[in-house]
C-alpha cells in the first residue's frame, strides 16, 4: 500500500486509526505491524478464555494472531470509522475510543510529517519502535524511532488540539 503514489484518500494517520480501533474491539496487545504492497500484515496478542469447569471456571490462554489486510479492507475499515464518527456528539466518540485507535492515529500523525515509502513497527510494553523507509538524494535508507508509552500518551492528550476540536486546550509550553 504505497499511500503517497497518487492515493490522495488515505494517510497513515486515517490507515493506522482503524487498525487500532479492529485491534481494540479485540481486545488485542504487543503489536506489530508490517506494511507490504498490497497492505498490511498485523500480527498481535490475544487472550482467549475457555470454559474449565461446572463452575464455569475460565482460564486464560494468551495466543499471537495474524492478520493480512488488503487495501480493499482497510478502505473498509475506515469508511466504518468515518460512519461512526459523523454524528454530533464526535468528541464524545473521541473520548470513548480505545488506546490502540488513539496511539496508532497520532503515530501515524507523526509517520505522515515523514512521509516514508512503506513502515514497519512494533510494540513492546507500551513503547512503539519503528522503521520507516525513507527516499533521500541517494536512494532508500531506513530510519528508526521509538515512543515511549509516556510520549504516546502526551502526543493522544494533544491531539484534540491539533484537530481544532472544541474544549481542547493549547501546551502551555511548560
Not at 29 to 34: K, M, N, Q, T, Y
Not at 94 to 118: C, F, M, S, T
Not at 142 to 166: L, N, S, W
Request: hydrophobic residues 40%; negative net charge; without cysteine.
Amino acid at each position: 500500500m504505497r499511500i503517497y503514489d497518487g492515493s490522495p484518500r488515505q494517510d497513515y494517520e486515517e490507515v493506522l486509526r482503524s487498525i487500532g480501533a479492529f485491534l481494540d474491539q479485540r481486545g488485542m496487545r504487543e503489536l506489530l505491524l508490517v506494511e507490504v504492497p498490497d497492505g498490511f500484515v498485523v500480527q498481535a496478542l490475544i487472550m482467549q478464555t475457555a470454559s474449565a469447569g461446572a463452575w464455569s471456571d475460565y482460564l486464560g490462554q494468551q495466543s499471537k494472531e495474524t492478520f493480512t489486510f488488503l487495501d480493499d479492507d482497510i478502505a473498509t475499515f475506515m469508511e466504518e470509522a468515518q460512519t461512526r464518527r459523523d454524528n454530533p456528539q464526535r468528541a464524545v466518540a473521541w473520548g470513548n475510543a480505545g488506546y490502540y485507535e488513539k496511539a496508532l492515529r497520532v503515530i501515524g500523525r507523526y509517520i505522515d510529517g515523514q512521509k516514508p515509502r512503506d513502515i514497519f513497527f512494533f510494540e513492546q510494553e507500551g513503547a512503539f519502535v519503528l522503521r520507516l523507509l525513507m527516499a533521500t538524494q541517494t536512494g532508500s535508507r531506513h530510519v528508526i524511532a521509538e515512543f515511549t508509552h509516556d510520549e504516546v500518551e502526551a502526543m493522544i492528550a494533544q491531539g484534540p488540539q491539533y484537530r481544532g476540536e472544541k474544549g481542547a486546550k493549547a501546551p502551555s509550553g511548560d
